[in-house]
């Protein structure tokens, strides 16, 4: 698996990690099976003391977690550090509201037939979670505040590129208190990971990752019929109506499509302006994008970071340049990026037919789509033209009409007048190719729990 650290601002290899030993994931896994046992039956005020306690050492200690983020996956310093106290507010959020979420409930009309009936909620067992570079801790963070508070516990596989961002989220859990076995992390190798999810010990997998890699592992957890969540690509529209602020919009479509460098799944990656206000729309977008200055990812005054590694950003000119090919326009704007590292021109694209296969693709970093539309009926046909269903954003003044839009795009998510983003008490996930299932919220925590009938009938009910 090449579990390694690569600075992507000087394609500098710092560090690498061997792969586990088959004996030792073994170990590990029967030990994440043995604290399930006494786990599940722990108090919820015995797992939040732990929550609690790993999001302040998360909080106390934020400068060193951020700067494994920008080490291994070029994110900006401001955004590391947005990143890690999101984190320590998802584990804070959980903790503080599980026990309420799994509250059992009483069945409506029990009284009527005699008898009394009432939903428990229950853990499941070891989870596996597959997740992501892009997002090293929050990735984590949301799966494991709400499934260890559950009561289930969790094993993870993270990305290959970012092994000292997932060491240190075990670390936290070790420091906090957590018992062995209760949140550990898996060097894996492809074939390990397999078996893991043939594993009957493991119980659920939660993954966060590409179309690919989630339609493999649905297939071989559907074999062995084990619950899966599946959060994966998007190509979020970001849909400015004629009546917008156009002075905000253009802040935000900045910001939604090159927060975290463009390497994020609810990033703005189509921009579909109504065409009386494109071309203003156009400058003033061109002219904000220009304003970012690529560079060291450390410096505060850096806007376009690096991408993550040398080969996302080989991928992503590779896309640029086939999209021309086949008839789009590339827009370069902005200072030309460093010649070191794993840098890519900051574009935009225009002129894009459904003829053309990048107006079917997910551009996953610094390159924008624009297309102008004549009316709202249009702006939604075109965001609906599309394989993914994950976010999307409507820009409007006149929020009514923007909600009504909202209703007809079909995601599992849409913001009005701000770019489709997170928060702990706000569920997340898509529908169509962008997966199944929610994390984070109540619908979260609900994802991996058995939802137990309990039904007390009277001793003296006819037979």
């Not at 208190?177 to 390990?192: D, H, I, M």
């Not at 005054?301 to 000119?317: E, F, L, R, Y």
């Not at 999307?392 to 009514?400: I, L």
């Amino acid at each position: 698996m090449a579990y390694k650290t690569v600075n992507p601002y000087t394609n500098e290899t710092i560090a690498t990690f061997p792969d586990l030993k088959d004996a030792e994931l073994e170990s590990l896994l029967s030990q994440a099976e043995k604290t399930y046992k006494s786990w599940r039956g722990t108090s919820f005020a015995d797992r939040s003391g732990i929550l609690h306690k790993a999001a302040r050492l998360l909080r106390d200690k934020s400068e060193d977690y951020a700067k494994l983020l920008t080490l291994e996956m070029g994110k900006l310093k401001r955004e590391a550090l947005g990143e890690v106290a999101l984190s320590a507010d998802i584990l804070d959020y959980y903790a503080e509201n599980a026990e309420q979420f799994l509250a059992p409930q009483k069945v409506p009309g029990g009284s009527e037939r005699g008898d009394d009936a009432v939903i428990v909620s229950q853990p499941l067992g070891v989870l596996l979670a597959i997740e992501p570079w892009n997002f090293p801790y929050y990735q984590l963070a949301r799966v494991a505040g709400p499934h260890l508070m559950a009561g289930n516990v969790v094993v993870v596989k993270h990305a290959s590129i970012v092994p000292q961002c997932a060491a240190a989220f075990e670390k936290l859990f070790h420091e906090a208190g957590a018992p062995a076995g209760l949140y550990t992390n898996l060097f894996a190798t492809r074939e390990q990971l397999e078996k893991l999810i043939d594993d009957p010990r493991i119980q659920g997998i939660a993954l966060t990752g590409s179309e690919g890699a989630g339609a493999a592992v649905a297939a071989q957890a559907g074999k062995n019929l084990k619950k899966t969540t599946m959060e994966l690509g998007g190509s979020d529209a970001f849909i400015v109506l004629d009546d917008a602020d156009l002075e905000k919009s253009v802040k935000w479509a900045v910001w939604g499509r090159m927060n975290n460098g463009g390497q994020c799944c609810v990033a703005s990656k189509r921009i579909i302006v109504q065409d009386s206000i494109a071309d203003q729309f156009f400058k003033r977008f061109s002219e904000e994008l220009g304003k970012l200055i690529p560079g060291d990812p450390s410096d505060d005054a850096t806007g376009v970071p690096p991408m993550s590694s040398q080969s996302a950003a080989d991928q992503i000119n590779k896309q640029v340049e086939e999209a021309v090919k086949n008839g789009a326009k590339a827009h370069r704007v902005g200072p030309t990026p460093p010649n070191q590292g794993a840098f890519v021109q900051t574009t935009i694209l225009t002129d894009l037919t459904r003829e053309n296969p990048a107006f079917y693709q997910e551009f996953f970093g610094p390159v924008a789509l624009f297309f102008t539309v004549k009316d709202e009926q249009e702006a939604i046909a075109l965001a609906n033209d599309t394989p993914y269903g994950l976010g999307g954003s409507v820009f409007t003044q006149n929020t009514k009409r923007g909600v009504e839009v909202a209703k007809q795009i079909y995601t599992g998510m849409v913001y009005i007048n701000h770019p489709t983003w997170t928060k702990p008490d706000l569920p997340f996930g898509g529908v169509k190719r962008s997966g199944y299932g929610r994390e984070l919220a109540m619908l979260g925590i609900e994802e991996f729990i058995n939802k137990k009938l309990i039904n007390v009938v009277p001793i003296d009910a006819p037979a």
